[in-house]
């Protein structure tokens, strides 16, 4: 047995040559790898029902028994092949485990698309001998390859994000090379194996070695439909903005009624929260706060029918607050090293303290705009500065929230009224106070409305097109 691993999983996809792959690894010394062995509806091959002495109902009540059995008593490294829709509860635990080798065995969508096409038409899933191949041409739809790839491209990125964090490395073999020996030695010397092989096992054919014009039945019809596909993710927009938290500590609930807020750093915290006391007939001071996660499970425990809720602000409304509180002024909380970095790395045009009379709105404008610049730097992981949750975006923010708790409404700054009245509705409130108007700004010095132009509502594009993207944000006027 191998002395760095204990056992190997074989990630693969239907149609990607994994059963001929495995066949190349049991004929290696030392190599047992045992088919699908998680597979909902079998275990190990189609139509068996036990292995290692465990029935397929045995499996299904504990199937980490059969992982230890199958290392527990097998003659040799052992291995399994996992296809992204089997058994999900043994995952976790496989791709966290260093002992586990992993494999990753991928091929070109299209072809395997076709590949399992041709196969459903014809009934032949493996084939031996030429001599028994079965034709048939397959039917391209559009919607079920899009469908057949977003589930291939989605498994694909669990594995990666999964190997990242914990450090490991798996060996990748693509379909192509199923059949060269040489690397099927690599993959044997990756396992630490002590077996090598002098061929490749030959008796397993490939099925459909034809172009695919001569095996899809509509084929102009799928190079239509494939050339309106972005195979290459040239239009999507790059994500490379550090992962937030719940930030749990930040919810704020109402001290009777049973409403928790979920606040986005850098919104109107304070407007919101001040509505939320008036609600009880409160003062903001007695609102709940300092929530840890076991507390706040404690509130909702106790606080029936409690609805969550957080509030967007237009990216550019929400940049400007920031800019303005927390990076021009002097008060609580402002920050005052990053305020020096941006003046003195980033070359700024802001002053040392808070701007004073004479701050006029055409400096104000080149000094957002830099900080726009800068916020689209930062975000990219392009800046030696901290990534502040007040200019972090808000599809980032609530996705932080979401691993922990998902707000059950999410409302627009400039429809307040309309959403707090629906979120007092769902608890029973008949009456409330009046909403805060989200969309103006308070304290002295240049206004938005003073600065916005074309200029700056682009640069705010760039900066927070994830926002854009995600929530159908469109130009704010003056």
């Not at 041709?118 to 079920?144: H, M």
């Not at 450090?167 to 090379?177: K, L, R, V, W």
């Not at 909702?300 to 409690?306: D, E, H, P, Q």
Request: aromatic share 8%; glycine share 8%; with cysteine.
């Amino acid at each position: 047995m191998s002395a760095a691993f204990d056992s190997f999983v074989l990630f693969a996809e239907m149609r990607t040559g994994s059963n001929h792959l495995e066949e190349s690894l049991n004929a290696i010394e030392g190599v047992r790898c045992h088919g699908e062995a998680f597979n909902p509806y079998f275990i190990g091959q189609e139509g068996k029902t036990e292995l290692f002495g465990l029935t397929l109902q045995e499996r299904e009540d504990d199937p980490g028994e059969l992982l230890a059995r199958m290392r527990a008593e097998t003659d040799g490294l052992p291995g399994f092949r996992y296809f992204h829709d089997h058994d999900p509860r043994i995952l976790d635990g496989i791709l966290a485990d260093r002992a586990c080798a992993k494999v990753i065995l991928t091929r070109n969508p299209l072809d395997s698309y076709i590949s399992k096409r041709i196969a459903a038409a014809t009934g032949q899933w493996r084939l031996t001998d030429v001599k028994d191949r079965k034709d048939a041409r397959a039917v391209f739809v559009p919607e079920e390859f899009e469908a057949h790839l977003h589930r291939i491209q989605s498994f694909q990125l669990r594995l990666q994000r999964a190997l990242q964090i914990s450090g490991q490395t798996a060996f990748h073999i693509a379909y192509e090379d199923i059949g060269d020996v040489e690397v099927l030695n690599g993959l044997a010397a990756f396992l630490g194996v002590p077996g090598r092989l002098e061929k490749v096992p030959g008796r397993l054919k490939r099925q459909n070695p034809e172009p695919h014009s001569q095996k899809v039945r509509n084929f102009a019809e799928m190079q239509t439909a494939l050339d309106g596909l972005d195979r290459f993710g040239l239009t999507r927009t790059p994500n490379l903005e550090p992962r937030r938290g719940p930030a749990v500590p930040t919810y704020v609930a109402a001290t009777t009624a049973p409403l928790l807020f979920m606040p986005m750093k850098g919104g109107r915290t304070e407007a919101i929260e001040g509505w939320l006391a008036a609600l009880d007939g409160a003062e903001p001071g007695a609102l709940l706060r300092d929530f840890t996660q076991k507390s706040l499970r404690q509130w909702k425990n106790r606080s029936s029918g409690a609805r969550a809720f957080t509030v967007l602000s237009h990216p550019v409304r929400r940049l400007h607050s920031v800019f303005r509180r927390y990076i021009l002024d002097d008060g609580p909380g402002a920050f005052l090293e990053i305020r020096g970095a941006l003046r003195s790395t980033y070359r700024l045009p802001i002053p040392e303290t808070a701007p004073g009379h004479d701050w006029d709105p055409e400096t104000h404008r080149e000094a957002f705009l830099g900080f726009l610049r800068f916020v689209k730097g930062n975000l990219a992981g392009q800046t030696s500065l901290r990534t502040d949750p007040a200019w972090s975006t808000q599809a980032a923010t609530l996705q932080g929230m979401s691993d922990f708790l998902l707000p059950d409404i999410v409302i627009r700054d400039d429809q307040a009224a309309l959403g707090l009245a629906q979120l007092c509705q769902q608890i029973g409130r008949a009456r409330m106070p009046p909403a805060p108007d989200l969309t103006t700004e308070a304290g002295d010095g240049p206004r938005l409305s003073d600065i916005l132009d074309a200029d700056i509502d682009a640069a705010a594009r760039d900066a927070h097109a994830r926002d854009y993207m995600a929530f159908g944000f469109g130009a704010l006027r003056p």
